[in-house]
T-cell receptor, first 113, second 112 residues
Framework: DVKVTQSSRYLVKRTGEKVFLECVQDMDHENMFWYRQDPGLGLRLIYFSYDVKMKEKGDIPEGYSVSREKKERFSLILESASTNQTSMYLC????????????FGPGTRLTVT | TQLLEQSPQFLSIQEGENLTVYCNSSSVFSSLQWYRQEPGEGPVLLVTVVTGGEVKKLKRLTFQFGDARKDSSLHITAAQPGDTGLYLCAGARQGGSEKLVFGKGTKLTVNP
């Protein structure tokens, strides 16, 4: 089975802090994704990576950056956390040529106070 | 912008009832997936449909992809409390992109 793990299930940070969310997958997938999920808005893509050191902006990249130094690890960085970044953050991975099927981690519930 | 509209947004039914959830778009997708998400967890892939008109069954769940590959439905027979969750449809964009377009989901509650 594909396993995608995220570094924290729950996180509370203060406004202005730099926040790192880490995601690791164990299936050698090329593609990795970061989403945020908010009530009424669904899943929104923040960033997408299709290879090591390769990244592409999603629909809502403002206020976020990403890092992919190794194939199995994809990090999401909030440079200066703000209260409107309070959300559920979901990481996913997918292999190529599998009709876009994605495998999700359990999510990180981030609260910024 | 390709959008996927899911309906209904909320559904509360009694155990043993049947239900259908719809996922519609004006755009064509190369494939479509259904996921189920439980509270506090990430979505879990249920099925992928690829061919127009395709029907797939997963125990009491039946998934159908529209002939024109613009819409899909999920039918649950004799719903059980364990079916409770958020059901998400997601379409793979044409042209080989690995990114998915997600619907906003249908929140299903099955009462015992």
């Amino acid at each position: 089975d594909v396993k995608v793990t995220q570094s924290s299930r729950y996180l509370v940070k203060r406004t202005g802090e730099k926040v790192f969310l880490e995601c690791v997958q164990d299936m050698d997938h090329e593609n990795m994704f970061w989403y945020r999920q908010d009530p009424g808005l669904g899943l929104r893509l923040i960033y997408f990576s299709y290879d090591v050191k390769m990244k592409e902006k999603g629909d809502i990249p403002e206020g976020y950056s990403v890092s992919r130094e190794k194939k199995e690890r994809f990090s999401l960085i909030l440079e200066s956390a703000s209260t409107n970044q309070t959300s559920m953050y979901l990481c996913a991975s997918s292999p190529p040529d599998r009709n876009g099927e994605q495998y999700f981690g359990p999510g990180t519930r981030l609260t910024v106070t | 912008t390709q959008l996927l509209e899911q309906s209904p947004q909320f559904l509360s039914i009694q155990e043993g009832e049947n239900l259908t959830v719809y996922c519609n778009s004006s755009s064509v997708f190369s494939s479509l997936q259904w996921y189920r998400q439980e509270p506090g967890e990430g979505p879990v892939l249920l099925v992928t449909v690829v061919t127009g008109g395709e029907v797939k069954k997963l125990k009491r769940l039946t998934f159908q992809f529209g002939d024109a590959r613009k819409d899909s439905s999920l039918h649950i027979t004799a719903a059980q409390p364990g079916d409770t969750g958020l059901y998400l449809c997601a379409g793979a964009r044409q042209g080989g992109s690995e990114k998915l377009v997600f619907g906003k989901g249908t929140k299903l509650t099955v009462n015992p």
